[in-house]
């Protein structure tokens, strides 16, 4: 399995533009989260899903921010418009059972950085 | 009130030296768990080590280990005989309420660890 995958890694964006953030979960897990990181603020959870049906997004900062899961290998994270101040690294993490034992550690992907000039 | 307190935001050790990385945590369910995470200059979050609530034994896995204090409601990490690679950030998370897969995660502000020839 190779892991959560991000895509973009990078993405440079001017003020108001959409941004789209892709995650593919490892496959087979049925719960899918969205966190961002920030120096101010530090890691935060945005969204959460279950069975692609989302959950929890009380993190959601915003209007401008919609999270969706159509299918269970494939979520987005869509910011529109951007402004400066979503400049952050975004990661989308699924969680692991280990040993038959599920604690519940996640594994994250590699992240989206983010730059909104 | 914060959940998950880390007061170092930054820690110098010597190589092959111990360090301890503080976190403190806040809740009212019985059952929960906790965890820290590495952060290399990279970016990726890297599982580290897991306790649960009702664990006995303190959790260890290779050169790390968690001192976990209940009743201080404190869950230290020691990292022993540390390696230049291990300079990173590191986060302590918490999962209020059972093990499964609803990985709910609280991250506290992190610890920014340099390790020194």
């Known amino acids: 399995d190779a892991g959560v995958i991000q895509s973009p890694r990078h993405e440079v964006t001017e003020m108001g533009q959409e941004v789209t953030l892709r995650c593919k979960p490892i496959s087979g897990h049925d719960y899918l989260f969205w966190y961002r990181q920030t120096m101010m603020r530090g890691l935060e959870l945005l969204i959460y899903f279950n069975n692609n049906v989302p959950i929890d997004d009380s993190g959601m900062p915003e209007d401008r921010f919609s999270a969706k899961m159509p299918n269970a290998s494939f979520s987005t994270l869509k910011i529109q418009p951007s402004e400066p101040r979503d400049s952050a690294v975004y990661f989308c993490?699924?969680?692991?059972?280990?040993?038959?034992?599920?604690?519940?550690?996640?594994?994250f992907g590699e992240g989206s950085r983010l730059t909104v000039l | 009130a914060q959940k998950i307190t880390q007061t170092q935001p930054g820690m110098f050790v010597q190589e092959k030296e111990a360090v301890t990385l503080d976190c403190t945590y806040d809740?009212?369910?019985?059952?929960?768990?906790l965890f820290w995470y590495k952060q290399p200059s990279s970016g990726e979050m890297i599982f580290l080590i897991y306790q649960g609530s009702y664990d006995q034994q303190n959790a260890t896995e290779g050169r790390y280990s968690l001192n976990f204090q209940k009743a201080r409601k404190s869950a230290n990490l020691v990292i022993s005989a540390s390696q230049l690679g291990d300079s990173a950030m590191y986060f302590c998370a918490m999962r209020e309420g059972g093990g499964g897969t609803a990985s709910k995660l609280t991250f506290g502000t992190g610890t920014r660890l340099q390790v020194t020839l």
């Open positions: 809740t009212s369910d019985p059952s929960y768990g």
């Open positions: 993490a699924t969680p692991q059972v280990t040993s038959g034992r599920a604690r519940g550690e996640l594994f």
